[in-house]
């Protein structure tokens, strides 16, 4: 872990958990916006954490990204700031200044026709990779004059359909069309995984607290194995969306898929999508019925994760193209490729 | 105490360019020597055992890669030799005859045997001359193991040996058990008072192995009876009374390496052959599925790996591995059956996936047993995150 990761991960974690509570979720689930909150991971320099130093960011690598990313998901943090994190290096990338405040990613765009869009009301611009008769680009969509139908997920968190379209810019890029949902896929497996490890940390806590038939739930030998299989899972979450961005530091975006960082995502959106009803069942099992009301916090967790598991690409569209890179390398290259996989050829490791 | 946060991180591990150039050497070796080994006799992969082969292994110098060169080996890092482990076993090798050996027995020799152990049995094992097993369970004694009853009884003459150990795999084909004895009788609580043992099973009179059939009809584990078997003074490895502590030391790597999810890959690539040659895009899905959790696993292991090469503790990450691999590998044949209409079938003039499946199939309920069963790992996982 570099000096940075361990920082950042300290500051995320006490800035989260002091602030992010569940009197906090249940007001800004009502209010919308938490401005203050926003300015408070602003003076961190948090969205800026992958941009280049000279450009006015913090410097840091996609490592250090994981920790910022998986704490959003970890504490629930209703802020669109996973997505300004990328949308900040995708500007970056094209050498793009990025406005200031809330950025976000648009999951797909046809024409002018853009929709479910993260945080959109709240954003002030959107991004998304694509093809263009110029080539492929990043598109920065000026958000100013956008009218939006609101919709939400199931987190309540602002999933919005643009109605008219505002002032596009397009800039060359070196990346494939698809870096953007790519990067969109990724950092909704971090914050599953983050996810995973509050629903671990929740029903860990509550089995220690609660008491039936004159013991505390993790007396019982049932209890502990269900937060045992919890516990497994949160941990392959976390290593395998740890290595999508570890990969993402050592290959990046190449010629083929089969073989740079988007084996390596596919697969991590694919295994936190899978893993979400697991860890979502366990916990809500462990905690029963006061886990089921909208009192409990508990809730404020497993929504996001049944609604960040379809975003970005859900279960059955990551395993299609999981299943294509697959079926294309054969029996032959398949294995030669996962080995192969996370590994640069131009620095040795160690 | 580490938060949960911590104790469940797993950081990304590279393996070194070193180990790559490795790889391509093993890659190469095994696309010759496997050419002789049907897709079934590939299927068994460790539990497949070959002298002659894990001979040649050690001629090429990839047995007891970790060893100090003073004894034979290479002074490597476990990563050198994951990078050989995995090979072979994706391969599907017949490694079972040295698995035991270059995995467990060999390192714990070299850190805490005496100097003529040492140097009497760690060239042979990177040689591939040697078989290991080890003795651990007993007709009374599975999961609660420290309620083992076999003993050792200081004598004059050396260690005199009563009991059973039972499920010791390779036991009819090892010139050595490094087995787990009680030598203090009185000792509180009941795992203190055990000590480990080297004991020559070609040599020692009162010593009978028995071969136990397992369900697919074969022979691999079984029962060795210690009838006033004595053996020398200096066949106690480490300290007497140490060995619960000792055993505990072996597990980690036992439990993480990439055995514990690739028991199947034979399955998943004659799978993929079949599909090549019809209809492959019925069976996406399931494919990209297998291929996640292959990969997922695959980050763990290695991750595990690179903080054992460090010399952290990597117990509980290690009980994870072993916990999550023994679920996929045991739903991979039943992924299979939902994928392919095919019938398992071990005859000789069965398709190689229905031989493989056969063979799978039924030794799937093992993988949840072996190197602890998943109610003890679980009971580990919750205990060492505190949460029980």
Known sequence: ?350 | MESIVDLLRYDPRQLPASAETLRQDVRDFLAVEMKQYSALKRAYTWDGADQTFSEKMGAKGWLGMMLPKEYGGAGLSNLERYVVAEETLFAGAPVGFHWIADRQSGPLIARIGTEKQKTELLPRICRGEICFSIGMSEPNSGSDLASLQAKAVRTDEGWLINGTKLWTTNAHIASYMIGLFRTDLNAQPKHAGLSQFIIDLKNTPGVTVRPIEDLTGRKHFNEVVFEDALVPHDALLGTENDGWRQVGSELAIERSGPERFLSCAVLFVELLKVLEKGDEQSAKREIGSILANLVTLRSMSLSVSGKLAQGDDVSLQAVIVKDLGAEFEQTLPGIVQKIVGIEPNLSDDAEPLAQVLALLTMLAPSFSLRGGTVEILRGIIAKRLGIS
Not at chain 1, 31 to 59: F, P, R
Not at chain 1, 229 to 239: G, H, M, Y
């Open chain 1, 1 to 350: 872990m570099s000096d940075i990761s361990s920082m950042l991960e300290d500051s995320v974690t006490r800035l989260f958990s002091d602030k992010v509570d569940r009197e906090f979720l249940h007001e800004q689930e009502k209010t919308g916006w938490a401005e203050e909150l926003w300015e408070l991971t602003e003076e961190l320099g948090l969205s800026s954490v992958l941009v280049k130093e000279d450009n006015g960011g913090v410097g840091g690598d996609w490592a250090d990204a994981y920790e910022i990313v998986k704490g959003c998901g970890r504490f629930a943090v209703p802020l669109p700031l996973p997505e300004t994190i990328v949308a900040r290096w995708l500007l970056d990338q094209a050498n793009l200044g990025a406005p200031e405040g809330p950025l976000t990613l648009i999951p797909a765009m046809d024409g002018s026709d853009a929709k479910r869009i993260p945080w959109g009301r709240n954003a002030v611009a959107g991004c998304i990779t694509q093809v263009t008769a110029s080539g492929i680009t990043v598109r920065l969509v000026d958000f100013a004059y956008v009218v939006f139908a609101n919709e939400v997920n199931l987190a309540k968190e602002p999933r919005d359909n643009c109605l008219t379209m505002g002032n596009l810019s397009d800039v060359d890029v070196n990346l494939p069309a698809d870096a953007s949902f790519y990067l969109g896929a990724m950092i909704r497996s971090a914050q599953i995984s983050g996810i995973a490890m509050a629903l671990l940390e929740q029903a860990a806590m509550y089995s220690g607290e609660r008491s039936q038939f004159g013991r505390n739930l993790n007396k019982f030998q049932t209890v502990q194995h269900n937060l045992a299989r919890l516990a497994t899972a949160a941990a392959s979450l976390d290593s395998i969306s740890r290595f999508a961005f570890a990969t993402m530091d050592n290959v990046g975006f190449k010629e083929d898929a089969k073989t740079d960082v988007r084996f390596a995502i596919a697969a991590a959106k694919l295994r936190t999508s899978e893993c979400v009803d697991l860890i979502c069942s366990l916990s809500h099992q462990i905690h029963g019925a006061i886990g089921f009301t909208y009192e409990h916090s508990l809730h404020f967790y497993s929504r996001r994760a049944w609604s960040w598991r379809s975003e970005f690409g859900g279960s059955s569209y990551w395993a299609n193209t999981l299943g294509d890179i697959a079926l294309e390398l054969g029996s032959e290259k398949l294995w030669g490729a996962i080995t192969a996989l996370g590994i640069n050829e131009t620095t040795t490791a160690d």
